[in-house]
């Protein structure tokens, strides 16, 4: 099993309609892509939120053959589609784990 994190910080006067997209828009464009089993996503808790909260959605993929056609075909129009509606008040970062 393969797991995409997707950690993102989003700036305080965002985060409801954020998180409205992120449950309406994003997890129902990721499931439709058929490469991804399940999706997960958390809240950090102590963490440092000054600048904004912070959230991990984990993605998770059968082989890195799924998680390969999945950054290849569709991440890039994803970062691209959250960038055009929230601009700099959202940043992320991808890492990539396998179970063992």
Known sequence: MIMLNITTKVAHPIVPEWLKWHEEFWKTA?????????????????????????????????????????????DELLRRRAHQRFGTNVISFRTLMKSI
């Not at 490469?35 to 904004?52: N, P, Q, R, S």
């Not at 909260?53 to 993929?61: D, H, I, S, Y």
Request: aromatic share 12%.
């Open 30 to 74: 990721i499931h439709d892509t058929g490469l991804v089993l399940e999706t997960h996503t958390y809240k950090l808790l102590e963490h440092d939120d000054e600048d904004g909260q912070t959230f991990v959605a984990q993605l998770k993929m059968a082989s890195e053959k799924e998680y390969d056609t999945f950054m290849e075909e569709f």
